[in-house]
């Protein structure tokens, strides 16, 4: 799964840590979604979409064929 | 206080402190270290007390304004979900080895002729297998 967390927190003008703090995750975590090495719960997802202000899928992109079992 | 940093904190503070009020203490009332110094030592050890007690002070300051906030990080690495899928991999993997320790240890047991040993291993490994069992069906009926 792909997504456009980096771009969209970069506009906003907010800091990995801030984000983190705000979501109640680690920096981290943050830093694995924006490089595609971790797939967030839905409940993240949701978090994430509603701290921004847009639908899921506008900030998390599935492909077909995807692996869920991965990350 | 889970946080490794905040305990350093602590601890190297209430050294500092204690370490800084003995020596102020010698020099002030000399009650506790008699040890006939001379007037410029005695002055030396005053203010190296004074300034070893501040930096003792200064360390629990900081350790009582930084103890929320680690406590706080200490909370969220713990709660964190992708900390949580790291440890269930981790885990995976534990089982794993532990069970392929096992089988090569009853292996060898059986060649050295422990055949105790290997019966003890042997219903250490059906017990574990019977609990994952068990863990198995009560998450399935859960979730």
């Known amino acids: ?71 | 206080m889970k946080n490794k940093i905040g305990r350093f904190y602590l601890i190297l503070g209430i050294i500092t402190t204690i370490c800084g009020l003995y020596m102020l203490l010698s020099f002030r009332t000399e009650l506790f270290l008699d040890l006939g110094f001379s007037e410029n030592i005695c002055l030396l050890l005053g203010i190296l007390g004074g300034v070893v007690f501040l930096l003792g002070c200064g360390l629990l300051s900081y350790y009582l304004i930084l103890s929320t906030k680690l406590d706080k990080m200490a909370e969220i690495e713990e709660k964190d979900e992708r900390n949580i899928a790291i440890r269930g991999k981790a885990a995976e993997i534990l089982q794993l080895v532990t069970a392929g320790t096992n089988l090569i240890l009853m292996i060898v047991f059986l060649i050295l002729s422990l055949d105790t040993a290997a019966l003890l291993l042997a219903g250490a490994m059906l017990i574990q297998i019977f609990i994952s069992l068990a863990a198995f069906v009560y998450y399935n009926k859960k979730m």
């Open chain 1, 1 to 71: 799964m792909k997504n456009r967390l980096e771009e969209i927190r970069k506009s906003h003008g907010i800091r990995q840590e801030e984000l983190a703090d705000t979501l109640g995750v680690s920096r981290q975590t943050i830093g694995s979604l924006e490089n595609g090495r971790y797939n967030p719960s839905i409940i993240l997802a949701f978090k994430i979409s509603r701290f921004f202000g847009m639908p899921i899928d506008e900030i998390f992109i599935y492909e077909e064929g995807t692996d869920e079992r991965e990350a």
